[in-house]
């Protein structure tokens, strides 16, 4: 039991702290140390499909690999669609992503493609959207392959509670001393299914709704490494809990992980704590139980923090 656990904690901290757009900068933890000054701060990275609602992900079909070339097989091992793509993701709102060479399209669970392998990249559909890359721009099609959102942004994501997180690149910033550190600064903001602008691009970081709510970052300084402080917004772009947060995950199940002090607790969504933060290391809430580690105890617990288990001793 203890080596399980374990091992579950080892692919929590993978994902305990939460998913940003972009890819400039490496993950951390909330609860990693490695900086005594400033709390560790999470990694800009995609978008996970894990976090796509309505259950929009439960196709009986998933991904082979087979002498280098990706099909799909059912749950028993069948295979159901033979491989013959270089690439292959699970399925989303029906249909899977697939490439061959360097182009993408999707394929149904009969194995039919049916919007042709044309883009330049692409991610899996999130109600009823996908984004696509056409040249060197980032747009949104629709299940029948129709462009809905013409590409014009230079990095675009899923589609989450109705909005969809898309950024620009802005004039070059200089980051360092060294002649070539000269790099675009892009800013995120969100559009709505018809393109529409509701929350201007003009965020240096920018994160996937969630229960409404959506992790903000203010008073970064772009030369003191992790010195931002985490809070939360709501669709209209207005803060309602103030940046206070060393780090912070999305709401899940009505409460979210943040840190200070590079302990972990949880606050509801007026930002009032309800588990005051004392973990080392917190994973957020998932059928009401959160998985945590204090010391060298480890172990589950209840939106109350009460642990429903004997924490267990790590080896």
């Known amino acids: 039991m203890k080596r399980n656990l374990n091992k579950i904690f080892l692919l929590t901290l993978l994902a305990a702290c939460f998913s940003v757009v972009?890819?400039?900068?490496?993950?951390?933890?909330?609860?990693?140390?490695?900086?005594?000054?400033?709390?560790?701060?999470?990694?800009?990275?995609?978008?996970?499909?894990?976090?796509?609602?309505?259950?929009?992900?439960?196709?009986?079909?998933?991904?082979?690999?087979e002498n280098e070339k990706y099909g799909y097989a059912d749950r028993t091992g069948k295979i159901i669609i033979p491989p013959q793509f270089d690439e292959a993701r699970k399925f989303s709102d029906g249909l899977g992503m697939v490439r061959i060479?360097?182009?993408?399209?999707?394929?149904?669970e009969t194995g039919q493609i049916v919007i042709g392998l044309?883009?330049?990249?692409?991610?899996?559909?999130?109600?009823?959207?996908?984004?696509?890359?056409?040249?060197?721009?980032?747009?949104?099609?629709?299940?029948?392959g129709k462009v809905v959102i013409p590409p014009q942004y230079d990095e675009a994501k899923?589609?989450?509670?109705?909005?969809?997180?898309?950024?620009?690149?802005?004039?070059?910033?200089?980051?360092?001393?060294?002649?070539?550190?000269?790099?675009?600064?892009?800013?995120?903001?969100?559009?709505?299914?018809?393109?529409?602008?509701?929350i201007p691009i003009n965020?240096?970081?920018?994160?996937?709704?969630?229960?409404?709510?959506?992790?903000?970052?203010?008073?970064?300084?772009?030369?003191?490494?992790?010195?931002?402080?985490?809070?939360?917004?709501?669709?209209?772009?207005?803060?309602?809990?103030?940046?206070?947060?060393?780090?912070?995950?999305?709401?899940?199940e009505g409460l979210a992980r943040v840190s200070i002090n590079n302990k972990n607790g949880y606050i509801d969504k007026t930002g009032e704590f309800v588990i005051p933060p004392q973990f080392d290391v917190a994973a957020s809430f998932s059928g009401g139980l959160a998985e945590v580690r204090l010391g060298d105890k480890s172990g589950y617990i209840d939106k109350t923090g009460k642990f429903v288990e004997n924490p267990h001793q790590q080896e």
Not at 101 to 108: D, E, P, Q
Not at 131 to 144: H, S
Not at 163 to 182: C, F, I, P, R
């Open 22 to 65: 972009s890819d400039r900068f490496p993950t951390a933890l909330a609860s990693d140390t490695h900086n005594t000054t400033h709390e560790a701060k999470p990694k800009p990275a995609e978008v996970p499909t894990h976090q796509n609602s309505n259950n929009q992900n439960n196709s009986a079909l998933v991904p082979i690999q």
């Open 101 to 108: 060479k360097n182009k993408y399209g999707y394929v149904a």
């Open 158 to 198: 899923h589609f989450s509670e109705g909005l969809g997180l898309v950024g620009l690149d802005g004039k070059t910033a200089s980051h360092g001393h060294a002649a070539n550190s000269q790099q675009p600064t892009r800013k995120y903001g969100y559009i709505d299914r018809n393109g529409k602008v509701v």
């Open 203 to 252: 965020l240096a970081h920018a994160f996937t709704f969630s229960e409404g709510l959506v992790q903000v970052i203010i008073d970064e300084n772009p030369d003191i490494p992790n010195s931002g402080k985490y809070g939360y917004m709501d669709r209209t772009g207005k803060i309602v809990i103030t940046p206070q947060f060393g780090c912070a995950d999305p709401f899940s």
């Open 118 to 144: 044309k883009f330049d990249d692409a991610l899996e559909f999130n109600e009823g959207l996908a984004a696509v890359k056409i040249g060197n721009k980032w747009g949104y099609i629709d299940k029948t």
